[in-house]
């Protein structure tokens, strides 16, 4: 871990409420997100050294950006975790649903991956850590885009002008397109949760 990094920990700069927990070799976090939907938990085991950040959303990182329900500026994943590589460190960025259809993905999910990604390319920066690989997840239980598929064919195509990938083959692919000025391809994973009792409930190896 780079020496401004150590630096700041040591130093107390970071509010109290902004969860950031620093794991060893082979660490394990369990994610959690409590909604309206009720609770999802989700055990991560990782292989490098680490960095969690919990409830992004919650605390976001930056505060310049506009209000604009729009674009979702303001809006963040639930979870982020770096993960110290050979050559730099990869950012997980981690969305936990209950259900996803096309407008989930479209106006919540894929703008919560570009202003998070955003937000935590400035942590990185103040923390002196290079990026180098971006990986999103989203967990869910229901998938919804069949249903809305068979309810009305025509949703199954792109927004008109809208230069992204079909939302139904986007989501079932290994891919997320985020527009940054020009599309920009980030690795995606779907990671089906299992209920038990009230809780959504996964477990997942980066």
């Known amino acids: 871990m780079s020496s401004t990094m150590e630096f700041l920990f040591e130093a107390h700069a970071f ?53 604009d329900k729009t674009m979702g500026w303001t809006k963040n994943v639930d979870h982020c975790i770096f993960e110290q590589a050979e050559n730099g460190w990869i950012l997980h960025m981690v969305e936990m649903k209950t259900s996803v259809g096309r407008r989930t993905w479209q106006e919540s999910i894929k703008p919560k991956f570009r202003s998070s990604y955003l937000n935590m390319r400035a942590l990185a920066a103040i923390l002196d850590i290079p990026i180098v690989e971006t990986r999103t997840y989203t967990t869910y239980l229901n998938d919804k885009f069949e249903m809305e598929a068979a309810a009305n064919p025509r949703i199954a195509h792109p927004y008109l002008g809208d230069l992204q990938r079909n939302p139904f083959t986007e989501w079932r692919s290994d891919r997320v397109a985020v527009n940054l000025g020009s599309r920009v391809l980030f690795p995606h994973r779907r990671i089906k949760m299992a209920k038990k009792d009230a809780c959504l409930v996964g477990e997942v190896r980066f």
């Open 15 to 67: 509010r109290d409420d902004f969860s950031m927990e620093r794991g060893s070799s082979n660490a394990e976090y369990c994610l959690e997100e409590n909604d309206s939907n009720g609770v999802s938990r989700l055990t991560v085991h990782i292989a490098g050294r680490s960095l969690c950040l919990q409830h992004v959303d919650a605390h976001p990182v930056c505060g310049l950006w506009q209000k």
